[in-house]
């Protein structure tokens, strides 16, 4: 089991930043990926960015170059990097752990943390 808990939501103008943060439960080191995924009002989750342990990342077309994920292993969190915040990122966004235990894949999700921006 993997329990995740996302901070740093919250409401900003457009054009402001946010840094969301997802404590996760055990060593990040050896999990598969680590990603944040969001969900805005009458619409379907969605990948916002995602880094595997291997350091690679994964971004969806709508926040590349204003969004970085990263990880800092020793604290065992995922911090996601918001710079130039649109209304259109207004959604509650999770964090995401996939753990692949040999070649099952299991998916873990935080509670969510609502971002709100405003225009």
């Known amino acids: 089991q993997v329990q995740l808990v996302e901070s740093g939501g919250g409401l900003v103008q457009a054009g402001g930043s946010l840094r969301l943060s997802c404590a996760v439960s055990?060593?990040?080191?050896?999990?598969?990926?680590m990603g944040w995924y969001r969900q805005a009002p009458g619409k379907q989750r969605e990948l916002v960015a995602a880094?595997?342990?291997?350091?690679?990342?994964n971004y969806a077309d709508s926040v590349k170059g204003r969004f970085t994920i990263s990880r800092d292993n020793a604290k065992n969190t995922v911090y996601l990097q918001m710079n130039s915040l649109k209304s259109e990122d207004t959604a509650v966004y999770y964090c995401n752990a996939r753990v692949v235990n040999i070649n099952v894949e299991s998916d873990y999700w935080g509670q969510g943390t609502q971002v709100t921006v405003s225009s």
């Open positions: 880094m595997t342990s291997g350091s690679s990342t």
């Open positions: 055990r060593s990040i080191f050896s999990i598969y990926a």
